[in-house]
């Protein structure tokens, strides 16, 4: 009967718990780092719709950036303003930072916390994929006035400083986690998620045009990471992870066009191309670079099917270098082509055909070893005398008609000096 009595309160106590867990608010927490791209937007903006669609109380945005692209950034911020869900950006972990476009999404956030050791700022347009080295002043003007004026908007709308705001965009400004809660930039401070939590809960905002009350106390907490797609399309949405796909492709296409037939290098660089094309689709691309590097593939080619003595190989390959250094229109570092990638791969690409054309240089000068030029030099015995009426020889394990402008005796060594069809004539080798 005891048994009985504790097997039934487990039960009671086991269906108590489940039914608090289903009672507790819901938190979804969005961890994410990097450049803010396509695929960050598409994470965020698929998590903030998943939270509304499970009633969430709070979406937490754990934020480590040194900026983005503009286009991706503003998609982030259009559904942080539009989310029923109140989103608190927390820049996270110590030491991370939320700079260029990260500043502007902290500040739209409905709350902006920051783990100490972190820091937010430095958000002049340059930097985020706009206003590239090709702009005139008038245009980076234009830029700069209008991510200023969109930013002091975010701030405003959220109580920020303003102020601040703007110098973070004109004068790429920046502060520590501390001054930013003194210079009322952020909220507040939090050492990790479960201090955020319990600073956040029972704080009001407006979200979706009304009054939301967060509340976080004993919440359940859901944690979401990009999945193996996102994450696959992140690492070939980075600007050297995509050069070195375009270079591999090109390299492919070389090689199935000077060798037709051979399928699997045109196969893997078509794969490569495309992959490399998506991942610059994403990216503030120079058109002039994409044609500086075809026109040396272009060149490449030419080097197989002339001889130019490597002339078109050194003019490929610094048609080449030039592509690979125009080909990301950007002054932000962390979107740009690393030199480290770019060397090797020019380096390799002249060596390589600087090989090609050396082999093909020797294959010119080597002596032929067929047809009656291939006789020429070849050296055998006399089988008969030979003479200006002719004799036959052994030359190359076969029997050769003869004919030699001075007597040879028969058994003499003799060496070919011409070669007409089947008729070869010779020189006796003392």
Known sequence: MKTIIRFTGLLVAAFAAAALAADAPLVRHLKIEGVVSPIMAEFIVEGIEEAEADR???VVVSLDTPGGLDPSMRKIIKKILASKVPVAVYVWPPGGRAASAGTFITLAAHVAAMAPNTSIGAAHPVTLG?????ADAAMVDKITNDAASYIKSLARRRGRNEKWAELAVRKSASLSAEDAVAENVVDFVAENLDELLKK???RKVKAAGRIVVIKTKGARVEELTPDFRQRLLAVLTNPNVAYILLILGFYGLIFELSNPGSILPGVVGGICIILA?????TLPVNYAGVALILFAVILFLAEIKI???????VGGTISMLLGSILLINTPAQYLQISWAVIIPAVVTTLLFFLFAVGMGLRAQRRKPTTGDKGMVGERGRATTAVGPTGGQVHVRGEYWRATAAEAIPAGATVEVVRADGLLVEVRRIA
Not at 277 to 281: G, P, Q, R, V
């Open 200 to 202: 956040v809960h029972g």
């Open 56 to 58: 969430a109380s709070l």
């Open 277 to 281: 094309f998506y991942a610059l689709s």
């Open 307 to 313: 001889t130019s003595h490597g002339l078109l190989a």
């Open 130 to 134: 706009s206003g590239g080295e090709g």
